[in-house]
């Protein structure tokens, strides 16, 4: 139980990053790297005791600084895409790096997936571990100094909470997030489709062939996107549809609706192994990423399971994509008399 730590790597520059271990009294086991606040390995067993690491990540330093695809990372200051990585506040224009075709992806060339945090931890049966980072005025072009925290903690009940808190002395945008990969048979499982996914949205937002958000809210209704009802992430991911085509799979904001509690809004179940996932936030919107890309044989998983695609899924909470550029978008604008602050909750349990 509780926390412990152990070296990792060297950057280049000599900095040296650490793994950190939570574990809670059942045996369940989270381990994160203060190198882009990342989820490294979750721990928790299956409905015969059995315990599995069900999310993607590497072994090496180098696979964590080198390898695209942000695994478990958190994702800023702008999680998504941004439209060719340009916005407009207060009548000033502003460019950002472009690293995804056309257009502005995850928070630019160095976003927060690369930074070393700064860690304190606290706690001894539910254990907590609190990142912080400072990004200087002008970071991957945004403007303001944003301070930015990330409590990660581990409950009794099994439960991994997540809460994200920033501050800017300039207005600026923001929108946070982890890019953990999931697979609840086991990271190196063969496949994503057969886990069953409900989502509680009754909207998602189409895109154009560059994945960014055409502005339409679309109700998902007689769509292959409907997942109200829980169902086989891969019944309809072949479907004939432009969008699944345009993203080679889902790879998609599912929007919920506005939420001042941390409610339910989506549960992953594995019938193989009987784990189960539910997701609980205080955002808007997910974003479902079915790992359409990940195939990079320069950086097998952990063990050297290689990268295949379509057998994580990502369940990115968040604002909706491209916001700053939409006016019927949620609100991505954080002013400095405001305090950003949300959490999700990934809680494991077994049916
Ligand atoms: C994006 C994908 C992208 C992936 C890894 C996801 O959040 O939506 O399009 O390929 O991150 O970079």
Redesign the pocket.
């Known amino acids: 139980m509780g926390i412990s730590k152990v070296f990792f790597g060297k950057l280049s520059d000599g900095r040296s990053v650490t793994e950190y271990t939570l574990e809670n009294k059942n045996g369940v086991k989270v381990k994160l790297l203060d190198y882009g606040a990342t989820v490294k390995e979750i721990h928790v067993p299956d409905r015969n005791g059995n315990f599995a690491d069900v999310v993607a990540g590497y072994d090496s330093l180098d696979s964590y600084v080198n390898a ?3 695994q478990g990372a958190v994702i800023g200051r702008v999680g ?1 895409r941004i439209c060719k990585g340009k916005f407009t506040l207060d009548g000033k224009d502003y460019s950002l790096f472009i690293n995804n075709g056309p257009n502005h ?2 928070g630019g060339e160095f976003g927060f997936n690369s930074k070393v945090w700064d860690v304190d931890t606290v706690g001894e049966d539910e254990p907590s571990i609190i990142f912080s980072y400072i990004s200087p005025d002008g970071e991957e072009g945004y403007p303001g100094t944003l301070k930015v925290s990330v409590k990660y903690t581990l409950s009794s009940d099994n439960a991994l909470s997540i809460n994200y808190v920033a501050s800017t002395d300039k207005k600026t945008i923001v929108n946070l997030t982890n ?1 953990s990969y999931f697979n609840l048979g086991g990271y190196d499982s063969e496949s994503i489709h057969s886990h069953e996914l409900f989502l509680d949205a009754e909207y998602y937002l189409p895109t154009d062939d560059t ?1 960014i958000p055409t502005g339409e809210i679309k109700s998902v209704k007689g769509t292959p996107f409907d997942f109200t009802t829980s169902k086989e992430i891969g019944r309809d991911i072949l479907s004939n549809n432009q969008d699944l085509i345009f993203a080679r799979g889902y ?1 998609h904001c599912f929007y919920f609706g506005e939420s001042e509690n941390i409610v339910k809004r989506a549960e992953l179940y594995d019938k193989n192994s009987g784990r189960v996932m539910e997701m609980f936030t205080d955002q808007p919107a997910v ?1 479902i ?1 079915t790992g359409n ?1 990940v195939n990079n044989e320069e950086y097998p998983f952990k063990g050297g399971v290689a990268q295949e695609e379509q057998t994580l899924v ?1 369940l ?1 909470t968040e604002k909706m994509p491209d916001s700053i550029n939409h006016d019927n978008f949620t609100n991505v604008i954080l002013e400095p008399s405001e305090v950003y602050d949300y959490t999700t909750i990934f809680k494991f349990s077994v049916k």
């Open positions: 695209d695809g942000y998504n992806l995850h890019h994945l790879d974003h990423y890309y990502c990115e």
